[in-house]
């Protein structure tokens, strides 16, 4: 598994561990990386395996697989209590390793995460050598088209996170990490963390952008099916109401990537509830 490892100038004592999302790795997290080494935190940046540089075997991915690796590497660099930070797909493997390791938890942030639904319930079930042809169409522009979707309006200086999906796909070769893309695909459908938020007990922020409407399959579904999903305004005041000891943050016109599309506010919001 890669990581980063940053050591803030004037430490304050306190580290972040980031998850990154589904289509990305540890790279789109530099701005975040930057702001919380400033102001003293060391900060801890996994690329998932199956993600980024790290390897991409062909095994059975699940979130309390990517839990325990995580927790290894905290333990091998002899860190025993975290912030934790998780964006998108990133939000569903916090709520898994604070389930599993509530002592190690100090705070918890959700930036718009996923799994706020039970997407099998109402995303066709796809078998997984079909989603393996879909994703080998990939290429840079149709992972360009899709990141779009993230922001209600495009930036070029965007297209540096369309290049580092693309870059980490070819690692070690196109064919592998494109399966191991299509492996953790199921990992989403079938490994649901909808029904355990209620059990989160650290303190917890959820930053929620009002125009995200992020649904894992969309592709998959009718225009009417798919207008009844992925509210993350109504999703994220469901999110606040499960957690007992929770703070929701609603940033309007922002989409499913607050750290990336309005760095400035996101950065004041999460440095305000960690000190």
Same mark, same amino acid.
Request: charged share 15%; no cysteine; hydrophobic share 40%.
């Given at each position: 598994?890669?990581?980063?490892?940053?050591?803030?100038?004037?430490?304050?004592?306190?580290?972040?561990?980031?998850? =990154? #999302?589904?289509?990305?790795?540890?790279?789109?997290?530099?701005? @975040?990386?930057?702001?919380? &080494?400033?102001?003293?935190?060391?900060?801890?940046? +996994?690329?998932?395996? #199956?993600?980024?540089?790290?390897?991409?075997?062909?095994?059975?991915? $699940?979130?309390? !697989?990517?839990?325990?690796?995580?927790?290894?590497?905290?333990?091998?660099?002899?860190?025993?209590?975290? =912030?934790?930070?998780? =964006?998108?797909? #990133?939000?569903?493997?916090?709520?898994?390793?604070?389930?599993?390791?509530?002592?190690?938890?100090?705070?918890?942030?959700?930036?718009?995460?996923? #799994?706020?639904?039970?997407?099998?319930?109402?995303?066709?079930?796809? +078998?997984?050598? &079909?989603?393996?042809?879909?994703?080998?169409?990939?290429?840079?522009? $149709?992972?360009?088209?899709?990141?779009?979707?993230?922001?209600?309006?495009?930036?070029?200086? /965007?297209?540096?996170? @369309?290049?580092?999906?693309?870059?980490?796909?070819?690692?070690?070769?196109?064919?592998?990490?494109?399966?191991?893309?299509?492996?953790? /695909?199921?990992?989403?459908?079938?490994?649901?963390?909808?029904?355990?938020?209620?059990?989160?007990?650290?303190?917890?922020?959820?930053?929620?952008?009002?125009?995200?409407?992020?649904?894992?399959?969309?592709? !998959? !579904?009718?225009?009417?099916?798919?207008?009844?999903?992925?509210? /993350?305004?109504?999703?994220?005041?469901?999110?606040?109401?499960?957690?007992?000891?929770?703070?929701?943050?609603? !940033?309007?016109?922002?989409? =499913?990537?607050?750290?990336?599309? @309005?760095?400035?506010?996101?950065?004041?919001?999460?440095? $305000?509830?960690?000190?």
């Amino acid at each position: 598994m890669a990581y980063m490892d940053v050591q803030p100038a004037k430490p304050n004592g306190q580290a972040v561990l980031l998850f =990154h #999302g589904k289509n990305f790795n540890g790279y789109y997290w530099k701005e @975040v990386i930057a702001a919380l &080494s400033n102001n003293g935190f060391r900060v801890v940046v +996994p690329d998932q395996v #199956g993600w980024g540089q790290s390897d991409k075997p062909n095994i059975h991915y $699940s979130f309390p !697989l990517l839990a325990a690796n995580t927790k290894k590497l905290l333990d091998t660099l002899g860190i025993t209590k975290v =912030h934790v930070i998780g =964006h998108s797909m #990133g939000g569903m493997l916090a709520t898994r390793f604070a389930l599993m390791y509530p002592a190690t938890v100090n705070k918890l942030v959700y930036e718009d995460p996923i #799994g706020l639904e039970d997407y099998k319930t109402f995303v066709p079930y796809q +078998p997984l050598d &079909s989603q393996y042809a879909n994703e080998l169409k990939a290429t840079y522009e $149709s992972l360009k088209k899709y990141q779009q979707g993230y922001y209600p309006e495009w930036k070029p200086e /965007y297209d540096q996170y @369309v290049a580092a999906q693309y870059a980490a796909l070819q690692i070690p070769n196109f064919k592998e990490a494109t399966m191991a893309s299509a492996i953790t /695909y199921e990992m989403i459908y079938n490994q649901p963390v909808v029904y355990e938020f209620k059990n989160i007990t650290q303190p917890t922020l959820i930053i929620i952008g009002q125009a995200d409407r992020t649904i894992v399959g969309k592709n !998959l !579904l009718s225009k009417e099916v798919a207008a009844q999903h992925g509210n /993350y305004p109504a999703l994220g005041k469901w999110l606040h109401q499960q957690i007992n000891n929770s703070k929701l943050v609603e !940033l309007e016109g922002v989409g =499913h990537i607050a750290h990336i599309q @309005v760095p400035d506010k996101f950065m004041s919001t999460v440095l $305000s509830f960690l000190k």
